[in-house]
């Protein structure tokens, strides 16, 4: 049985300014997630860390939102009725392909991945439970193009690391 971070939670007010980065012209940062609470609640925590967020709740939303504000960044839950997270982020990666991608999913398996493995693409995730400060300095460093602490995720018997030693 995987092992599950456990975090404590810290209210955004006690996060020091100085890891509350802000980009400068506050870059779109669009959440998406097929549970409500989940996507508002992300992007709720971006927007008090000074991004731009916005939350939607399907894959053909997120492209017709993406359409109209162009994202800096897309988080991306993997599990999604319609179109998958991954489906999602393989559309961003040729329709958006200035735009960071990061997902996110409690149960991924190495067959939900297999669209982007065989496009050749390896997209960075990160497990569920997220805590907070993971998500904003990783799309803090992600927009500022800084390196990305390497977070190894195990799936099944694949071993994906979010790194930028990945993309180099």
Known sequence: ?????RYDVIPLSQIPLSDRRAIGDRRVVL???DEPLVAETLALILSGAGFSAKAVNSGS????????????????????????GVQLA???????????????SGRATAQDLAPAVEAGVQFPMLPKPIHPTQIIDYISRSLADLPREAIPVNI??????????QEG
């Open 1 to 5: 049985m995987a092992r599950i971070p």
């Open 31 to 33: 959440v998406v997630d």
């Open 61 to 84: 939303d997120a492209l017709e939102l993406a359409k109209a504000v162009r994202p800096a960044f897309l988080l991306t839950d993997v599990h999604m009725p319609g179109m998958t």
């Open 90 to 104: 393989l559309i961003f990666k040729t329709d958006f392909p200035e735009c960071k991608v990061l997902l996110f």
């Open 156 to 165: 099944g018997s694949v071993l994906y690391a979010t790194s930028a030693q």
